[in-house]
């Protein structure tokens, strides 16, 4: 048996100005309505799987801000704006963004919508863009409003609001009575989503982790020293060094996170995948149990542990347990197996579902075989005592020495 660990992330910018209240992009909002919704609802409708999800607690807090109608959204503002009211650079902004979506699944396969792209011009620049204003007619904006909205969400959106199929199936003319409840169904999507997420884990179908608060690079908010042990030689900037901040973060994500969840997450996702081996007191400290980043820290870190010797790093290092250990304080660790993460990352959605699925039921089952007699783990996304040597990972981060442990993550 493989035992399988899906580790999906969920991360988002804060897009909020603090002085407008205003999100200037609207990811938050559109990933809500899609992927969000999706994913969950995706893991309800299968009762045997178990999946985790790291929510970052910038991404929870513009969820809140929304709910709570604190913050607008500029994009939400600019679809709401009645088409006839529209002025020459509130169609331009509209022109330039209305179309980021992807073409080829959510444009072309509806007549209205590709023909909008048509009349824009597949390619643009400023000039273009300025003369293409004019060739719009107001129902052209609003037919475009409301396309680019309709067409982020998601099928478990169309599943919960068969209003938004009507709309599709109408696919041009749109009021804007329609418009209106298209954004309004998104702020109902954004209302429920953390609360499914709850009940999920509280159903103990899902475990749900954490990432620092403004997903901050640790190691270098610990002590900018810390980047000579992966780019040695380098010209650095003045010593920085503030372990308060960092524990600022980490105790800031699972207040959040208890108030929202219901619990302090016991995992964590380190923003971008960096560590060092003195941040384990802060990790233990703010409750954390265990920590995921890549298989490149483990291969690494082994290749230049004394210990372990000259001797070549085995890929199969990576599907067990570990635990590390620094100033007393020991935590779990899981490294993702990065092909198969960037796979399901970049590559998967470009072949069928099936074609897919296929290709990641060959990759576990030749793992299992690979691993037959040992107990394995393939961690996604994505002891030992650390030593605090140099490991380079794209910069960020810092090597530790780690051995096997008996240790899982419990359901």
């Keep these: 048996m493989l035992n399988v660990v899906y580790l999906w992330h969920m991360h988002q910018p804060y897009y909020v100005d603090p002085l407008t209240r205003t999100a200037m992009m609207p990811w938050v909002r559109l990933h809500a309505v899609r992927g969000y919704l999706d994913m969950i609802d995706v893991v ?34 600019l679809t709401r704006r009645p088409a006839e009211a529209l002025n020459a650079v509130e169609k331009g902004e509209i022109l330039e963004n209305f179309f980021k979506i992807n073409w080829s699944t959510l444009i072309e396969p509806f007549p209205r919508y590709r023909e909008l792209l048509e009349l824009r011009g ?8 300025q003369e293409s204003v004019g060739h719009f007619t107001a129902q052209d904006y609003l037919d475009l409003q409301v396309w680019f909205n309709l067409a982020w969400c998601g099928f478990s959106a169309f599943k919960r609001y068969p209003e938004l199929g009507v709309l599709r199936e109408k696919g041009r003319g749109f009021t804007e009575e329609e418009k209106n409840r298209v954004m309004d169904i998104h702020l109902e999507i954004m ?54 901040d960092v524990r600022a973060h980490l105790l800031a ?38 920590f995921c980043t890549d298989e490149e820290v483990l291969f690494r870190s082994l290749s230049q542990d004394p ?15 570990w635990v590390s250990e620094y100033g007393g304080a020991r935590v779990g660790a899981l490294f993702r197996e990065r092909p198969l993460s960037d796979f399901v990352g970049f590559n998967a959605a470009r072949n069928t579902a099936k074609d897919g699925a296929d290709y990641l039921v060959y990759h576990w089952s030749t793992l299992r075989g690979l691993c037959r007699g040992a107990r394995a783990w393939c961690c996604w996304r994505w002891t030992g005592r650390m030593r605090g040597r140099p490991l380079r990972m794209e910069g960020r981060v810092f090597f530790m020495r780690c051995i096997r442990e008996s240790w899982a993550v419990r359901s």
């Design 44 to 77: 309800l409708h299968y009762p045997e799987l178990r999946v985790s999800f790291n929510f970052t607690p910038v991404l929870v807090q513009q969820l809140l801000e929304f709910n709570r109608n604190e913050v607008t959204d500029k994009w939400g503002e």
């Design 122 to 129: 597949r390619e643009w620049n400023v000039r273009t863009l």
């Design 191 to 244: 209302g429920l989503v953390l609360g499914l997420y709850r009940q999920a884990q509280e159903d103990r179908r899902v475990e749900i982790t954490t990432t620092p608060f403004f997903h901050p690079i640790m190691p270098l908010v610990y002590n900018t020293k810390l980047a000579e042990r992966c780019m040695p030689g380098r010209e650095l900037p003045p010593e920085f060094s503030a372990p308060e």
């Design 253 to 290: 994500s699972q207040k959040l996170h208890t108030e929202v969840f219901g619990r302090p997450a016991r995992g964590l996702w380190p923003s971008e995948g960096s560590v060092a081996p003195e941040l384990m007191p802060l990790f233990k400290e703010a409750g954390i149990e265990y």
């Design 307 to 321: 210990v372990h010797g000259n001797r070549r790093v085995d890929h199969l290092e990576l599907f067990q347990p």
